[in-house]
């Protein structure tokens, strides 16, 4: 079921440009030596395990700071607090 909008066109029709839509050059055939894949698969794996590090630290560091924080407003409170 196709369905036509008033003017006699569908959406598709309005929006199609006629143009390829894959990139000059494509034949279909995947790129690269199965080599190169896993070059490309370790390096992203190196780089993740490198995120990972940084991010365990960066938490490690915000944990410590929120901590402080707590602390420096426990005894601040204390301090003030009337009975």
Known sequence: MEFKSTYGTSWADQWDDGADPLPAGYDGKKSGSPSTAVKYKQKVGEGLGKTKTA???????????????????KTKYKNT???
Not at 58 to 71: I, N, P
Request: proline residues 0%.
């Open 55 to 73: 991010a365990s630290h960066g938490f490690k560091k915000v944990k410590e700071g929120t901590s402080a924080g707590f602390q420096w407003i």
């Open 81 to 83: 607090r009337k009975h």
